[in-house]
Each structure stands twice: as C-alpha cells, then as structure tokens.
C-alpha cells in the first residue's frame, strides 16, 4: 500500500433505513367465557446502528508509551532520540507514522510524544490524560516491556493490574477524547531479542549493567533454572498482549495490532548498537511499517 503524504479526507454517512411491517392481529375467542380475546400486536423492534467506522486517514497523532517510542539508545549511548521515533519522529531514514500519514509538514505540527523511557502501564493513565488534551484523531500505544523487564522475575507486574492500568487508560482518554482511535502495539518477543542480542560479545557486556535482568541477565546460562525464568517472563509478555487484544476489542474506537509486533523477527541489524534490544533507526522503521500498515487497512489484524 503506497503512502499517504497529500490527504483528502472525506467521509461518507452510511444511514440504514429499514421499515419493519407490524404483524396483523388476531382476536382471540374463549371458549367458555364467550369474551373476545385481547388483541396483541408484534412491537418492532428498532434496528442496531452501525458503530462508528475506522478512519484510515486521521488528521493528528499521539504517541503514549516507554522507551521505545522515545527512541532509546537508537542515537546514542543511553540517550533518547524521539527524531527516529517510529510513532512521531522526523528522521527521513525511519518514516514514522505520523510521517506516512501526515506528511513532514503535518507530522510536525500534529503530532506530539508523550511516552517516557521508563514507564511501565501504571503511568499510561497520566500520559493518556495529556494526550487526550490535544484532541488527536490517532493515539498510538507501546508499553509493557517494562513491566515484564524487572530486576526479577518476581517483580513482574502482576496480568490483573496491567488489565486494571489499562482499562484506567482507556477510561481517561475517553473522558477528554472520546473520540480519538487508539492503535495499540504488542509488547515485543522479549525472548527473541534475547536470543537476537546474545550473539554479539559487546552487547552482552552491556547488558550486565542491568538492562531487563528478568530476561537478559546471565545471558549464556542455558540451565534449566534459567530457561524457566526466561520462559516464565515470555509467558508474561504473551498474558499482557492477551489484555491489550480483549480490553481493545471492547471498544469500538480501538485496533490492535493483533501481535504484529511480537511476531517481527528481529534481526541484529534493527537492534540497537548501544544494547542490543532496543530498536535501532532500521528497528524503528520496520515499527513504523508495521503500524501504518494495520493502521491503514481495511479491516483490523485477526
């Protein structure tokens, strides 16, 4: 699908009118009471109106999330670089989305970046709560990793109060934008950014200073105490994926991305040279991709 730099927007007004005949009535005679019978009639009943349609082609565009949206470490050492965001940077290299669908022009002065590098779901309420006071068309969401990448494993946020932040996230949103589409990205396969990461010697140094220790640290130990750490963060990073799918699903205004973003294969050459798991500016891209991409279809992702 080519992208959409110049934009027309028009909309068209689909109404559904449908008469619904009532049914004749019918007297009724009692047997023994020789009384008429009550007469009933069928009420109609009022058809369901159609909800409200995908806008493929919105005007502005909010970006709520953690480090990944901010660009992390894509530019420099422990730095963000929100230009390669793929959400709203500007880097001609990356084409975030708001790129693809605004323009440089319109992504410049449409779009804005509430994410923090850092922040796990309990903070998506108040970066929802500054992003609903722009009135956006779009808001993207990227977070979970966070939440899942803890010191240990046993400090993983706990799926009922990643479900609750979220649903509290959506809740604020909706009080100041009750309008706005919400695009959610799935949190990444932590695991396979492990498996990625562990091949280069540099990265691995880097990740003893304590980046995601939940699921890099001892990053070559392939005992069976490790794998069951590692797989019980995956295991987390799929629950949390499965909350953003069913909280999503209940409205109307909101596509997920239906794991697009769990499923990308990673590759050395889209990570970041400064840690080996965040995205890089290739990274970056081919996030970008994968939100204009479902962003702009037809239908959302199965």
């Not at 480090?67 to 084409?95: H, K, M, N, Q, Y």
């Not at 590098?117 to 969401?141: F, H, N, S, W």
Request: charged content about 25%.
């Amino acid at each position: 699908m080519q992208d959409r730099s110049a934009r027309h927007r028009s909309r068209t007004a689909a109404a559904v009118l449908a008469a619904v005949s009532l049914l004749g009535t019918a007297a009724l005679t009692g047997c023994d009471s020789g009384q008429e019978g009550t007469t009933k009639g069928a009420a109609a009943q009022p058809s369901a109106r159609p909800g409200p349609v995908w806008d493929r082609e919105p005007g502005s565009v909010a970006a709520v999330g953690d480090s990944i949206t901010r660009g992390f470490d894509a530019c420099s050492v422990l730095a963000d670089c929100p230009e390669v965001s793929w959400a709203t940077g500007t880097d001609s290299g990356v084409r975030s989305l708001a790129v693809r669908l605004l323009g440089e022009s319109g992504a410049a002065s449409h779009s804005w970046n509430h994410a923090e590098t850092g922040a796990r779901i309990a903070q998506l309420p108040e970066q929802m709560a500054l992003a609903a006071k722009k009135k956006p068309d779009l808001v993207t969401v990227m977070i979970g990793a966070n939440d899942a990448c803890r010191d240990s494993a046993r400090y993983m946020t706990p799926v009922a109060d990643f479900r609750a932040s979220f649903e509290a996230s959506m809740r604020q949103l909706r009080a100041g934008a009750p309008k706005a589409q919400v695009y959610v990205s799935s949190v990444p396969d932590l695991k396979r950014l492990w498996s990625t990461g562990r091949g280069n010697a540099l990265g691995k140094q880097i990740w003893k200073l304590g980046i995601c220790r939940s699921m890099l640290g001892d990053a070559d130990d392939m005992g069976a105490q490790a794998a069951a750490r590692r797989a019980s963060v995956q295991d987390r990073v799929v629950a949390y994926n499965k909350v953003f799918r069913e909280v999503c699903a209940k409205d109307l205004r909101c596509r997920y991305d239906g794991g697009a973003v769990f499923d990308y294969p990673f590759t050395g050459r889209q990570l970041s040279q400064w840690d080996w798991f965040h995205p890089g500016r290739d990274g970056q891209a081919r996030l970008a991709e994968i939100a204009y991409r479902n962003v702009t279809a037809a239908r959302p992702p199965a």
